[in-house]
């Protein structure tokens, strides 16, 4: 037990503490999370890994384990592998071994899943976490191992018996485990989102949940703030990140309201009800499964060389974290707005895009405030978005250029959005262009002036009342007066 306390010296914020009846407690919290790799083929055969197909369509002799198959390990999984560890920070093993773990269930018809056990293809690294509010912190990463994936048995398709479908069976999987690095449902949440981005941007696993390619399973554990650690329990397959998060807080919940009330936490496996918001036991530790690993006879160790490691880490792309740090110092973004725009690879593509040669901080705001808030109306990703990078930048160079107001900016986006068409062409068919000639606008302001006598004398007394003004010549200009220009020939008219 000291091996694992050693782990966990960070300590929560005061602010994660959960208040019991009696104590403030901690929840500890590890991961293991499930990532589909992303490739054509399945670990240890050519059938596909499409998703989707009519049942049984992607099935191969070795995934139905037909007598005398034998696995043959895909060279792109292992690559995909090493690219997510590389990518994790963590040690890649040059020698790794697939071992048997076995276990008899309908959907996994070789009687044993081939996995990782005492020798993964990678071992430490770490993951920063820079959450939307909280302090950042960091998650010790144990281990990435390969394995298969199992088929899927379904219950409600037949009255008299459960049918299975093998799709899934031997699909490549890693199983990525960090420490118990977690202190509250909302770090919880954070992580596996920055997990997820990660993956994504390294094109190793698609981090589609509700297709189930990324699941995480949570081990969760409470105690006062110091002691030793708790029993844990673990929440199996855990598919959204909202459900990660409502998981974590019933089960810390939970277990604290056993402790207090004088019982003691048991060791067991359970799963999380989306519907009624909790955790119902699965399996305690009598009945866990004893899976017998034993080195698979059929596969060799898997030994990979410097220069195979060597190779992928030179075609990695730029990483959340150096991409984030890079568009503070280049773009002298806000840490927030460089936050958000890295979150996806795309939008930080398409941010990149609109921002070359223009103002870096009205092209960020533009893309997070204007398109982000569209494109989350419509339910849409930033490579569904029908205003390309390029349109967005002609509306910018508009504004920059001083042809265009922001308020037009923003109804000539519009029109973009719903229209699509070049910027400049619609302003200049659709008469969009701000007045900047300063006879009109002096005629403007001269009749405002000439109608408002009163309040003319009274805004020479009180400069502030130049607002009102500046409102009613925009008005009689249909708003596309300059404000700036309307500005200083009211100042000048009015002696201010
Ligand atoms: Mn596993």
């Known amino acids: 037990m000291t091996a694992t306390v050693e782990l966990t010296t960070r300590t929560a914020a005061a602010g994660q503490l959960i208040s019991g009846a009696k104590a403030d407690w901690e929840v500890i919290i590890g991961m293991e999370a499930h990532a589909q790799v992303a490739s054509q083929a399945k670990l240890f055969s050519g059938a596909s890994t499409a998703f989707g197909g009519a049942p049984n369509s992607h099935v191969s002799l070795v995934d139905a384990a037909m007598p005398g198959m034998l696995p043959v390990i895909n060279r792109a999984c292992v690559a995909q592998a090493v690219r997510t560890g590389l990518g994790l920070n963590a040690r890649i093993n040059l020698k790794s071994r697939f071992d048997r773990k ?85 770090e919880a949440k954070a992580f596996l989102v920055k997990l997820r981005t990660i993956l994504r941007y390294l094109g190793t696993c698609d981090g589609d949940m509700e297709k189930g390619s990324l699941r995480a399973d949570i081990n969760v554990s409470v105690r006062e703030p110091g002691a030793t650690l708790g029993t844990r329990c673990e929440i199996k397959n855990v598919n959204s990140i909202r459900f990660i998060g409502q998981a974590v807080a019933h089960e810390a919940r939970r277990q604290i309201a056993v402790i ?83 979150a996806e690879r ?108 009163d309040k003319a004398a009274e805004a020479r007394e009180k400069p502030q009342l130049v607002g009102w003004f500046v409102g009613q010549v925009m008005k009689a200009s249909q708003g596309k007066a300059n404000p700036k220009a309307v500005n200083e020939a009211l100042r000048a008219k009015l002696g201010l």
Do not use: C
């Open 102 to 186: 076995n276990y008899f269930y309908p959907d996994l018809p070789q009687g044993y899943q081939i996995s990782q056990y005492q020798e993964p293809i990678v071992g430490e690294g770490e993951v920063r976490v820079e959450p939307d509010e909280g302090d950042p912190f960091v998650v010790g990463i144990e281990r990435l191992h390969l394995e298969q994936d199992a088929g899927k048995s379904i219950h409600d398709q037949d009255p008299r018996f459960s049918l299975v479908d093998l799709n899934r069976s031997g699909v490549a999987l890693m199983e990525i485990v960090t420490r118990p690095d977690i202190r509250s449902a909302d």
């Open 260 to 342: 207090e009330d004088g019982g003691t936490i048991e060791q067991e496996t359970r799963l999380f009800d989306p519907q009624r918001g909790e955790t119902r036991s699965m399996r305690s530790k009598e009945e866990a499964h004893d899976y017998r690993y034993f080195p698979d006879p059929d596969l060799l160790p898997l030994v990979i060389d410097e220069a195979f490691v060597d190779g992928l880490r030179g075609d990695l792309p730029e990483l959340p974290d150096a991409k984030k740090a890079r568009f503070v110092a280049d773009y002298g973004l806000p840490d927030h707005d460089a936050a958000v725009l890295v």
């Open 346 to 453: 795309d939008l930080a593509g398409y941010f990149e895009a609109a921002a070359a040669g223009r103002e870096p901080r009205l092209a960020a705001n533009w893309v997070i405030n204007e398109l982000g808030g569209r494109l989350n109306r419509d339910g849409l990703t930033i490579a569904e978005s029908p205003v390309s990078a390029e349109r967005l930048a002609g509306v910018l160079d508009l504004v920059a250029a001083g042809t265009i107001s922001g308020k037009m900016a923003k109804d000539l986006f519009e029109i973009v959005w719903t229209e699509d068409g070049d910027p400049a062409e619609i302003a200049a068919s659709r008469g969009m262009q701000q007045v900047t000639d300063t006879g009109e606008i002096d005629a403007l302001v001269d009749q405002v002036i000439a109608d408002n006598p």
